[in-house]
């Protein structure tokens, strides 16, 4: 027997629950958000943890992916 919480989860489907709010997340990480903020911000909607969103944002964040991997916010007043 099973408790709710040890419930198993379907493959991917951490990969759809980030790719609901992708365009969002995009979005707040130009406009300088740090990811451990949009982490805590969205965990209760994630069945997964903070490297695994790192990871699902440096693949499939596009736009912002240069701006993460470079700091080139730092520099920016």
Do not use: P
């Amino acid at each position: 027997m099973r408790s709710d919480s040890l419930r198993r989860i379907k493959r991917r489907a951490g990969r759809a629950e980030f790719f609901s709010i992708r365009e969002e997340l995009e979005t707040k990480i130009l406009l300088g958000h740090t990811l451990k903020n949009l982490y805590a911000e969205y965990v209760d909607r994630f069945s997964f943890g903070y490297v695994q969103f790192t990871r699902y944002v440096s693949r499939y964040c596009k736009k912002s992916r240069a701006f993460v991997m470079t700091g080139s916010h730092w520099g920016q007043k």
